[in-house]
């Protein structure tokens, strides 16, 4: 009965006491988001160079940030297909070749998607 008239005080955006915080943090578990590496990158971006945008997303920030992962992967698979049919990035024999080559179509694509995706004002 204590914990509906907490909530209901928390709804009307009544004034709580310290053991009603307390019970109110308890009952109500915040909720956690995990983003990927974009994600992660784009929100901290927002926090620290676009404050505005991020205030003003507010409870839209996670469908924004999920949906910079979604096309970062989207974009990486495009362009990992298009980068390694190139002639010049094809597998060669030579072990760390292939490794600078592959190193190199990384450093391509992630430029692409910092500069694309998260870094924009």
Known sequence: M???????????NEGLTVEEIIIYQNEVK???HVYGKYGTLAKKYLEEHNFGKYLSLGGDLPTYLHNIDKQADEIYEVM??????KPENKKTEDFLKNVQI???????IEEVILNELVYVE
Do not use: F, T
Not at 3 to 12: D, F, G, T
Not at 102 to 108: A, Y
């Open 2 to 12: 204590k914990n509906k008239e907490i909530l209901r005080k928390v709804e009307a």
């Open 30 to 32: 915040p909720v956690k």
């Open 80 to 85: 990992y297909k298009n980068l390694s049919a």
């Open 102 to 108: 592959e190193n190199s179509i990384q450093k391509e």
